[in-house]
C-alpha cells in the first residue's frame, strides 16, 4: 500500500513537472495574442476616425 502511494506521489511530480511549462507556454501565448488583438482593435479605431 505504501509503495502505491509513493509511486502516485512520483506521478503526480511527474506532471506537474510536465504541465508547468504547457501552462506557462499557454499565459505567455494568451498574453501576447491580447496584445495583437489590442493592436488591431487600435489600428482599426484610428483607421475608423
Same mark, same amino acid.
Given at each position: 500500500?505504501?509503495?502505491?502511494?509513493?509511486?502516485?506521489?512520483?506521478?503526480?511530480?511527474?506532471?506537474?513537472? $510536465?504541465?508547468?511549462? $504547457?501552462?506557462?507556454?499557454?499565459?505567455?501565448?494568451?498574453?501576447? $495574442?491580447?496584445?495583437?488583438?489590442?493592436?488591431?482593435?487600435?489600428?482599426?479605431?484610428?483607421?475608423?476616425?
Amino acid at each position: 500500500m505504501e509503495a502505491m502511494y509513493l509511486v502516485f506521489t512520483i506521478a503526480v511530480f511527474c506532471c506537474l513537472g $510536465l504541465l508547468t511549462p $504547457l501552462l506557462y507556454a499557454v499565459l505567455t501565448a494568451g498574453s501576447l $495574442l491580447a496584445r495583437l488583438l489590442h493592436a488591431i482593435m487600435t489600428l482599426i479605431g484610428r483607421g475608423a476616425r
